[in-house]
């Protein structure tokens, strides 16, 4: 079967060590309390680590179409939910609600 | 049927064409299963993004009572056990069982680290009595929020979940060393190493998430 892609080995040891820099980077942001914007700098970060993880330890990079649109659409429902629940949530509980 | 009854031929199932499309079908069935599980954690997510809008001192309250140090540690744990298992797969992938076989025991190895790491860091949240919901009494403790056992509901809830993937993981891991070391993978045939792999890899993704949202912002 030679369509499996079999990525080098470097590869791997390069993507680890991203990953530890960029968790090392996220504790000196946190560090530096950026306050308001210290969440979404976190997000971003953790969104980047993220997809390091899925593109090359997870083999996505290389995987058929069908299998990234399958992932994908995990993400698009995920937006869906959280969508209808904040508009939900902020529009009616935290306007009425002594919750 | 093949005439060629070689060591390293992976017999298909008679459903499949091929073996190729046998690999192709197991892996598409392990991505639906890796969106199930992004939308379990998901629905946490999401309430820990509403809630945290909604009561931000509450939340950075929670979070200074959690030892970062420990989750940065756990952090680089499982990437590291992230590395060892893409190395698993990648060794099994080039014929090298027994290079495979040590990775896979050390990715092991790895998810039990993280493990006693966590078990210290509950026992010590269970002595100081930072529990979940109810059970956290604001005035035991010296909590400013009366409503700081959401916190640690959330915290305990997607740790928790996440700490029984690791334990599900190892076993997973662990019928794979099994395997390798019994010599049924090699270059043609190596499906179930590759779908554990995808999964271990998406319990690293959730941590990702969970160190900077729990430990680190609040």
């Not at chain 1, 504790?27 to 969104?47: Q, R």
């Not at chain 2, 909604?54 to 959690?66: N, R, S």
């Not at chain 2, 700490?163 to 662990?174: A, F, P, Q, R, T």
Request: hydrophobic fraction near 50%; charge should be neutral.
């Amino acid at each position: 079967m030679s369509e499996h892609h079999v990525m080098p080995l470097k590869t791997y040891f390069k993507v680890a060590g991203g990953l530890v820099l960029l968790t090392i980077l996220t504790v000196v942001f946190h560090e530096m309390k950026m306050g308001a914007l210290a969440g979404p700098v976190a997000f971003l970060i953790a969104a980047v680590k993220a997809s390091l993880v899925l593109l090359y330890f997870m083999h996505l990079k290389y995987d058929n179409m069908t299998n990234r649109v399958i992932f994908g659409s995990g993400f698009f429902f995920l937006i869906l939910l959280f969508a209808f629940s904040y508009v939900d949530i902020w529009t009616r509980i935290k306007s009425f609600s002594t919750l | 049927m093949t005439t060629n009854h070689s060591a390293t031929a992976h017999h298909h199932s008679h459903h499949f064409d091929s073996a190729q499309h046998e690999y192709e079908s197991d892996k598409e069935g392990i991505w639906l299963f890796m969106v199930t599980e992004i939308l379990m954690f998901g629905g946490l997510f999401v309430a820990y993004a509403i809630f945290h809008q909604i009561y931000p001192e509450m939340f950075a309250e929670g979070a200074k009572q959690l030892s970062w140090k420990m989750g940065f540690f756990n952090t680089l744990v499982l990437i590291a056990s992230s590395l060892t298992m893409a190395l698993g797969i990648y060794y099994n992938q080039i014929n090298k069982s027994n290079k495979a076989f040590w990775n896979l025991i050390a990715t092991l190895v790895l998810a039990g680290i993280f493990l006693v790491v966590k078990y210290f860091e509950y026992a010590s949240k269970f002595e100081t009595g930072f529990l979940p919901g109810k059970f956290l009494n604001p005035e035991t403790v010296g909590a400013t929020s009366q409503n700081l056992g959401m916190y640690f509901g959330l915290y305990f809830c997607m740790t928790g979940l996440h700490g029984l993937h690791v334990v599900i993981g190892m076993i997973l891991i662990s019928w794979l060393a099994y395997r390798t070391k019994r010599g049924d993978f090699n270059a043609n045939y190596y499906t179930p190493v590759e779908g554990v792999g995808i999964f271990w890899h998406i319990v690293d993704l959730i941590w990702i998430f969970l160190f900077p949202l729990l430990y680190l912002v609040g």
